[in-house]
């Protein structure tokens, strides 16, 4: 039987994602899972200064060593997930298998809670980025949760490429903005006089090895 448009199944549309960084400090941020990657996840979550919840009926060696260097940071509960978990939640992380996943995603949805579900894009309404921080600067990559290994691998690549002195050009560009604001500098006139300091710093680096 040929196969036609009527039978065919629509194709759904593919919208972008909004890339965001959320300010987590103080915030209570749910992690479901015990396993290698929620450890992971708790060591992401280690700097943010987020207030973690960690949920899981068993904890592996790794989870408990990520517990153990954050002393006090870390409330753990060692049973599986109820919804009341997500009471005062700001974000979740499901790192559980994927039909406790697909449990979380329900409940988070019904109280407009995103879920980072990781290696589980069905039950996922954000995902995680392959992340690079050198100097204040922080770099984070997505593939829209289908190559998460390539995010990682680009992640790698850019880490050779981005300046080991990233903080002097973050230096830079801080003194520059309020010189250009009270200037009146418009904003897209901002970036050649940025890279005009940032070569000056360069300048003196050289003058300085002579």
Excluded: C
């Excluded at 260097?69 to 997930?81: A, D, K, Q, S």
């Excluded at 039950?123 to 390539?150: E, F, K, M, N, Q």
């Excluded at 560009?173 to 009146?184: D, S």
């Amino acid at each position: 039987m040929p196969r036609g448009d009527a039978t065919s199944a629509p194709v759904p549309e593919r919208r972008d994602l909004l890339p965001v960084f959320l300010k987590l400090d103080g915030r209570r941020v749910l992690v479901v899972g015990g396993g290698p990657v929620a450890a992971g996840k708790l060591a992401g979550l280690r700097e943010t200064g987020a207030e973690i919840v960690l949920v899981a009926p068993v904890l592996g060696e790794p989870a408990r060593a990520e517990i153990a260097r954050h002393p006090g940071g870390i409330t753990v509960l060692e049973r599986p997930f109820v919804e009341r978990d997500l009471d005062g939640a700001w974000l979740v992380i499901a790192a559980a298998p994927p039909e406790v996943n697909r449990q979380i995603a329900t409940a988070a949805e019904a109280r407009s809670l995103f879920v980072i579900a990781v290696d589980d894009p069905d039950a996922a309404s954000a995902y995680g980025a392959g992340t690079l921080r050198r100097g204040g600067v922080t770099v984070a990559i997505s593939t829209d949760g289908r190559a998460p290994a390539l995010a990682g691998l680009l992640r790698e690549g850019l880490e050779a490429v981005i300046p080991p002195d990233m903080d002097a050009w973050v230096a830079a560009a801080n003194a520059q903005r309020p010189l250009w604001r009270a200037a009146g500098v418009p904003i897209g006139e901002r970036r050649p006089l940025l890279l005009r300091a940032l070569n000056r710093l360069y300048a003196r680096d050289s003058e300085d090895d002579r």
